[in-house]
């Protein structure tokens, strides 16, 4: 049985986590743009593992690492096969290398592999529970296996120590995410980045510290930061276009206005990036093309759809909208805060249309300046969470990722979304109903305690909250638009909200579950719902997480009654 899935919405470093806790064996095939590889598992320990392009046998291994004669190992392989003796006796024989040596040169090329797979933020992964491992990794598998722990924090390790080099050092790394910096994009022409990300974690005690790398593997795999600069007070900008030449020439034109500039062709890499701003309580500006590529991941297609998905994620954040200068904007575009213009692609390649391009670049900039500088700190300065709320943000997130707390995943979030609403309901979804499961608050205004509340069944089809949010998969805030909202009003209590704020919680694909809030009956404004929106999209991947180990258990069980 083979289990398949998103890198982007459940990374390698919580694969390990999981086959490691629940000692699976099997082999784990991941594909992406930066390559292929495998990690063959037994009881949970790494016994083997390859990329595409690198050694996948012992052969391989010595004679392309300039350790041993090909020829000699060749010979030696053969005498093994002939005499039944074991293959290691007679290398170590013929080529002087000891078996020590060779155990050694085993567990690096496995190291390097999987350390080499971190880097893959964007791909596709698939397990298949077996117990034997096959011919072809026999010659390079370990004999007693790595712990998939300890490759997770020395793949932190490496980033915190590239963390700690020269200014400037960091140049020749990768941000394998789908971003063009300092490599290759689609195969086209490297494009130069001038610094890396400056996301410092937070410091914490030795021990706290190994904790925090087991847990927080989404955030911290692999990617490495340079040593911390000053804060600015320009706008980081994310821009999502599908031509490489247009991106080149917006970074170029554009340098200096904004704190730094990420590009991407792809638009799951984009909202990877904007995520991380986003868990650490910074607000980037985003700047999207009407040519957006379509996005393999989620099924998005259009920008339209990509507009909706970036006002999910935070509300308020500043997202721009482009569109070739020679066309009247399309329609659908009001999610945007501005639409501004891009030179067409016959302007960029002419080299006789110079005065016209730097006309382009002038009016870009322009249009551009209210979003950065001053005024974009200004903004992000009154919609990014506080920095008591970015700590209860960042105690969630370390929690949801805990796989000790798997099973507490919507009590927990019920708890956080508690603490800026006062009245707020958890309701799971199932089939055509919305059924409650759990509450805080309620009766202060009226409402049903926990007993009650666990009885109240919803039409999914009756309030306008929570059809509008099945029909965008985004959080809606406003008050009640027709008689379902009322009568779900009068169900929660005996008064009517002047706003709600109702969000999903997304998991495997589709709306789980629906949280509910109002602030009744003080009726206060209610407050700035972006980190609980953080806190929710955390939530679906742990329950993902939950789902694939339930799915991993019932393919381990299926291969059992099998054999």
Same mark, same amino acid.
């Given at each position: 049985?083979?289990? !398949?899935?998103?890198?982007?919405?459940?990374?390698?470093?919580?694969?390990?986590?999981?086959?490691?806790?629940?000692?699976?064996?099997?082999?784990?095939?991941?594909?992406?743009?930066? *390559?292929?590889?495998?990690? @063959?598992?037994?009881?949970?320990? !790494?016994?083997?593992?390859?990329?595409?392009?690198?050694?996948?046998?012992?052969?391989?291994?010595?004679?392309?690492?300039?350790?041993?004669?090909?020829?000699?190992?060749?010979?030696?392989?053969?005498?093994?096969?002939?005499? *039944?003796?074991?293959? +290691?006796?007679?290398?170590?024989?013929?080529?002087?290398?000891?078996?020590?040596?060779?155990?050694?040169?085993?567990?690096?090329?496995?190291?390097?592999?999987?350390?080499?797979?971190?880097?893959?933020?964007?791909?596709?992964?698939?397990?298949?529970?077996?117990?034997?491992?096959?011919?072809?990794?026999?010659?390079?598998?370990?004999?007693?296996?790595?712990?998939?722990?300890?490759?997770?924090?020395?793949?932190?390790?490496?980033?915190?120590?590239?963390?700690?080099?020269?200014?400037?050092?960091?140049?020749?790394?990768?941000?394998?995410?789908?971003?063009?910096?300092?490599?290759?994009?689609?195969?086209?022409?490297?494009?130069?980045?001038?610094?890396?990300?400056?996301?410092?974690?937070?410091?914490?005690?030795?021990?706290?510290?190994?904790?925090?790398?087991? !847990?927080?593997? $989404?955030?911290?795999?692999?990617?490495?930061?340079?040593?911390?600069?000053?804060?600015?007070?320009?706008?980081?900008?994310?821009? $999502?276009?599908?031509?490489?030449?247009?991106?080149?020439?917006?970074?170029?034109?554009?340098?200096?206005?904004?704190?730094?500039?990420?590009?991407?062709?792809?638009?799951?890499?984009?909202?990877?990036?904007?995520?991380?701003?986003?868990?650490?309580?910074?607000?980037?500006?985003?700047?999207?093309?009407?040519?957006?590529?379509?996005?393999?991941?989620?099924?998005?297609?259009? @920008?339209?759809?990509?507009?909706?998905?970036?006002?999910?994620?935070?509300?308020?954040?500043?997202?721009?909208?482009?569109?070739?200068?020679?066309?009247?904007?399309?329609?659908?575009?009001?999610?945007?805060?501005?639409?501004?213009?891009?030179?067409?692609?016959?302007?960029?390649?002419?080299?006789?249309?110079?005065?016209?391009?730097?006309?382009?670049?002038?009016?870009?900039?322009?249009?551009?300046?209210?979003?950065?500088?001053?005024?974009?700190?200004?903004?992000?300065?009154?919609?990014?969470?506080?920095?008591?709320?970015?700590?209860?943000?960042?105690?969630?997130?370390?929690?949801?990722?805990?796989?000790?707390?798997?099973?507490?995943?919507?009590?927990?979030?019920?708890?956080?979304?508690?603490?800026?609403?006062?009245?707020?309901?958890?309701?799971?979804?199932? +089939?055509?109903?919305?059924?409650?499961?759990?509450?805080?608050?309620?009766?202060?205004?009226?409402?049903?305690?926990?007993?009650?509340?666990?009885?109240?069944?919803?039409?999914?089809?009756?309030?306008?909250?929570?059809?509008? @949010?099945?029909?965008? *998969?985004?959080?809606?805030?406003?008050?009640?638009?027709?008689?379902?909202?009322?009568?779900?009003?009068?169900?929660?209590?005996?008064?009517?909200? *002047?706003?709600?704020?109702?969000?999903?919680?997304?998991?495997?694909?589709?709306?789980?579950?629906? =949280?509910?809030?109002?602030?009744?009956?003080?009726?206060?404004?209610?407050?700035?719902?972006?980190?609980?929106?953080?806190?929710?999209?955390?939530?679906?991947?742990?329950?993902?997480?939950?789902?694939?180990?339930?799915? =991993?258990?019932?393919?381990?069980?299926?291969?059992?009654?099998?054999?």
């Amino acid at each position: 049985m083979s289990l !398949v899935g998103s890198l982007e919405d459940l990374g390698l470093g919580d694969i390990l986590q999981i086959v490691s806790l629940s000692r699976k064996s099997g082999l784990l095939l991941l594909r992406s743009d930066e *390559g292929d590889g495998r990690i @063959v598992f037994r009881d949970g320990l !790494v016994r083997a593992a390859y990329v595409k392009g690198e050694p996948e046998d012992l052969r391989g291994l010595l004679a392309a690492g300039g350790f041993a004669d090909g020829a000699a190992v060749d010979s030696a392989l053969e005498r093994a096969r002939e005499s *039944g003796r074991p293959a +290691d006796e007679l290398v170590s024989e013929r080529t002087g290398l000891s078996a020590e040596r060779l155990d050694s040169l085993r567990r690096e090329h496995v190291e390097r592999a999987v350390l080499t797979m971190f880097g893959w933020r964007v791909g596709e992964f698939s397990f298949e529970v077996r117990s034997e491992i096959e011919d072809r990794d026999a010659e390079l598998a370990l004999k007693a296996g790595m712990n998939a722990q300890y490759l997770l924090m020395e793949a932190t390790r490496l980033g915190d120590e590239t963390r700690g080099d020269a200014p400037g050092a960091a140049d020749d790394e990768f941000i394998l995410s789908g971003e063009v910096v300092s490599g290759e994009a689609s195969g086209a022409e490297p494009v130069p980045e001038e610094e890396q990300d400056p996301f410092p974690e937070a410091e914490s005690e030795p021990d706290e510290q190994a904790r925090h790398l087991l !847990v927080q593997s $989404i955030v911290s795999r692999h990617e490495p930061d340079p040593p911390s600069a000053p804060r600015t007070a320009a706008a980081p900008l994310v821009v $999502i276009d599908r031509e490489l030449r247009t991106l080149e020439w917006i970074k170029q034109e554009l340098a200096g206005l904004f704190a730094r500039i990420h590009i991407f062709q792809h638009v799951e890499g984009g909202i990877a990036r904007i995520r991380q701003y986003l868990t650490r309580g910074d607000l980037p500006a985003v700047l999207v093309s009407t040519r957006v590529p379509a996005d393999t991941l989620s099924g998005g297609d259009d @920008v339209e759809e990509l507009l909706r998905r970036l006002r999910a994620q935070a509300s308020r954040m500043p997202i721009l909208v482009m569109h070739d200068g020679s066309d009247e904007p399309r329609s659908g575009l009001d999610a945007a805060d501005a639409v501004v213009t891009r030179p067409s692609l016959s302007v960029l390649v002419d080299r006789r249309r110079h005065a016209e391009l730097q006309r382009a670049a002038d009016a870009l900039r322009s249009a551009l300046e209210p979003w950065t500088g001053r005024s974009a700190a200004a903004h992000q300065a009154s919609h990014t969470p506080s920095a008591p709320q970015l700590e209860r943000l960042r105690a969630i997130s370390d929690r949801l990722r805990d796989p000790a707390t798997l099973g507490d995943v919507l009590r927990l979030v019920l708890e956080f979304a508690g603490e800026s609403f006062a009245r707020v309901a958890m309701f799971m979804v199932r +089939d055509h109903e919305a059924v409650g499961i759990a509450q805080r608050g309620l009766s202060e205004a009226g409402g049903p305690d926990d007993a009650g509340f666990r009885e109240l069944v919803v039409p999914l089809a009756e309030p306008a909250w929570f059809r509008r @949010v099945l029909e965008s *998969g985004a959080a809606q805030r406003c008050g009640p638009s027709d008689a379902g909202d009322r009568r779900l009003a009068e169900r929660l209590g005996r008064a009517l909200p *002047g706003e709600a704020y109702v969000a999903p919680i997304e998991s495997g694909g589709r709306v789980a579950a629906l =949280l509910y809030a109002d602030n009744l009956p003080g009726g206060s404004p209610l407050a700035d719902p972006t980190a609980l929106a953080i806190a929710l999209h955390e939530a679906g991947l742990a329950l993902d997480r939950a789902l694939l180990e339930r799915a =991993l258990a019932q393919a381990e069980g299926s291969g059992d009654a099998g054999s």
